[in-house]
């Protein structure tokens, strides 16, 4: 859906706009629909490295470097004088998420705690 979005706009791919608008268009608009909910996904190495692979793709696309050109990741990021920060964001957003979560009294918290299973214990062993 995110290479969807990017496609969209073809105005990251004129030469008219500037790259640091580009950038900004970028993590405003594709990076959100990239990680939608992301906050909640459990990941395994195979979708961080999807994930990567997507920011590299983007980045690519946006200045226009072919595969072809033998171009390292590293040369890459420099041409768009940018790091990766894709799983930095996500990160970021998975202990915002949590930390809004075990500050509530909600059935979540009490799942991820394990309080939910030993009130289902306790009502198995012991019904009122």
């Keep these: 859906m995110a290479k969807n979005a990017f496609n969209q706009r073809k105005e990251l791919l004129s030469k008219n706009l500037n790259k640091d608008i580009k950038k900004r268009i970028i993590k405003a608009t594709i990076w959100s629909v990239a990680l939608y909910a992301a906050e909640t996904w459990t990941y395994k190495k195979e979708d961080i490295w999807r994930l990567d692979s997507f920011e ?3 980045w690519r696309k946006m200045e226009k470097i072919n595969w072809r050109d033998m171009k390292t990741n590293e040369e890459v990021l420099q041409m768009v004088q940018e790091e990766r920060s894709l799983m930095d964001v ?3 957003r998975k202990k915002t998420w949590i930390g809004h979560i075990l500050r509530g009294e909600s059935l979540l918290r ?7 299973i030993d009130s289902l ?3 198995a062993c012991c019904p009122e």
């Excluded at 009490?110 to 939910?116: A, F, L, N, P, S």
Aim: glycine share 6%; no cysteine; hydrophobic share 55%.
């Design 90 to 92: 996500i990160w970021r």
């Design 121 to 123: 214990l306790h009502y």
């Design 56 to 58: 590299m793709w983007v």
């Design 110 to 116: 009490k799942v991820i705690e394990g309080r939910m």
